[in-house]
């Protein structure tokens, strides 16, 4: 198989290729061949040794995929060779071939292509588990989206429309705004050229956002955490302006408000049943159109340098995936017992 790897940690160029064998999948383990790799703002800071998780050296970046099951191991029902599946890996899915358990992976309908089923893991998951499992957003609610143009934002603002809620987009252009606007987002704001506090206060006439979904951190969040309305909750998704804001305790006291973490990969550990409804709402909302899975450019496997810098650079409106070459004529798979 062909893999990119990350070797020695530091930016995208560092990255290498190489030719190594073909693992072999264990008990309830699979199989599976990538056709379609998507990637994350997290996985620029994974290989920089910048984020949470820090696999051992050397390790594939890309933390979830598209393809079709090739082999089964031993004990595993529920999937079968040839079939197209997608799945979550945390990181290692940038390459092509790739052993995951069985229970990480979720069968894709037929209206749906491989370019747009790849990416509906990480983003689409980590934000209904935000705006349903942490937030309990209700229908008719408004949600501020910040980045409401990048990657994670759109999902916010698919998502958050899908559940009923009022959308309001902040991002740093006009242009930026009417690309989320064309998502779903009812207003939008350019913080780049006004004041977020105000601004959300006059879209809400005074009275403040219910929930405010924050993938972006930096000099926003308190921001956007003043203009919260009475029991509004803010979601601490993450920090994609790389510095993590120092928040005064003393505005929940004042607003009445909720600082909510968003940690979606120890939710799929320890509430699998609740992560399994929730890719199943995803994946059904994606093949009947009602979530877009926008994918801003699918790039092959040996441009993931420049994939990754278009995410670093914050290029990318939507997600950025990755063709895997595939061997000639293959297309099914074999038990391996």
């Not at 599946?85 to 995951?100: D, K, N, P, T």
């Amino acid at each position: 198989m062909i893999a990119a790897l990350c070797e020695s940690y530091g930016p995208p160029e560092n990255l290498t290729f190489r030719e190594l064998p073909d693992p072999v999948p264990g008990p309830g383990e699979v199989l599976v061949a990538p056709s379609r790799v998507a990637l994350n703002f997290f996985d620029t800071l994974i290989i920089a040794n910048k984020y949470q998780l820090k696999p051992a050296l050397p390790f594939s970046p890309g933390g979830e995929f598209c393809g079709w099951v090739v082999a089964l191991g031993e004990g595993v029902s529920g999937v079968a060779p040839g079939q197209r599946v997608a799945g979550y890996c945390s990181y290692g899915a940038a390459r092509s071939r790739l052993v995951v358990p069985a229970d990480s992976l979720t069968p894709v309908p037929d209206s749906l292509d491989d370019d747009h089923a790849a990416g509906l893991f990480i983003t689409y998951g980590t934000t209904l588990y935000a705006l349903r499992q942490r937030a309990q957003l209700r229908e008719g609610e408004t949600l501020a989206v910040l980045g409401a143009s990048g990657g994670v934002g759109l999902t916010a603002v698919e998502i958050g429309r899908a559940m009923g809620a009022h959308v309001i987009a902040c991002a740093s252009s006009s242009e930026k705004l009417d690309f989320a606007r064309t998502f779903g987002a009812q207003q939008g704001i350019d913080y780049a050229a006004e004041d977020l506090k105000e601004a959300l206060k006059r879209a809400t006439d005074g009275r403040g956002v219910d929930c405010v979904y924050d993938a972006i951190g930096g000099d926003f969040s308190e921001k956007a955490l003043r203009a919260m309305a009475w029991n509004g909750r803010f979601l601490v998704v993450g920090f994609a302006a790389g510095e993590i804001p120092k928040i005064p305790l003393n505005l929940t006291l004042l607003k009445g408000c909720s600082i909510i973490g968003v940690y979606w990969g120890e939710f799929v550990k320890r509430e699998p049943a609740a992560h399994r409804q929730n890719m199943a709402q995803i994946f059904d909302w994606a093949a009947r159109k009602k979530i877009s899975a926008h994918v801003h450019a699918v790039l092959p496997l040996e441009r993931i340098a420049e994939a990754l810098n278009m995410l670093k650079e914050r290029k990318a409106q939507g997600k950025i995936v990755l063709a895997v070459p595939q061997r000639s004529g293959e297309t099914t798979g074999s038990r391996i017992d």
